[in-house]
């Protein structure tokens, strides 16, 4: 496989500018990129290597606003940051941050995980996490890309 990185996600919404300080102000991101076109436009904003892609939405949405942790059916459930502190960082939001689910614990998992739900200013669920960390050996994709079973890498 040649280059490649995650780039983007692009979203949709009511209020850009209210989305746009809202990812500013509590998660760091910073405008990038303002493409004009003619009496909209788009705005890229960026954290790292990672964009979000605002857009103005056209019309209104035709679910309603999800809740929890983000949508059962088929679609994006959340998109998530991890902080130092989840206490800190609701602090700091106050009533910007609008929890949807916990803070829950899941010491169970991994000692030390934490995790709040909210709500961005257009209703999409936010992750915020404390603690998480990867796997150390974890287990093998039961199917390859081709829909074709691998063998556990003992066997092979």
């Known amino acids: 496989m040649g280059f490649l990185v995650f780039s983007h996600m692009a979203i949709s919404c009511q209020d850009p500018i209210a989305t ?82 916990g803070p829950l614990n899941f010491d169970d998992y991994i000692p030390g995980w934490r995790s709040v739900w909210i709500a961005d200013p257009d209703g999409r669920i936010v992750e915020i996490s404390q603690g998480f960390i990867d796997q150390d050996n974890p287990p093998l994709l039961e199917t390859d890309l081709t829909g074709g079973k691998t063998q556990p890498a003992h066997i092979a």
């Open 20 to 101: 746009e300080k809202f990812y500013t102000k509590y998660f760091g991101f910073v405008r990038a990129r303002v493409v004009s076109l003619g009496d909209q436009q788009i705005v890229f904003i960026k954290l790292g290597e990672m964009y979000l892609e605002i857009f103005q939405a056209q019309g209104e949405s035709p679910v309603l606003p999800t809740d929890r942790d983000g949508p059962q059916y088929p679609a994006w459930r959340h998109f998530a940051f991890q902080v130092d502190d989840i206490s800190a960082k609701l602090a700091e939001m106050g009533n910007d941050a609008k929890i949807t689910l």
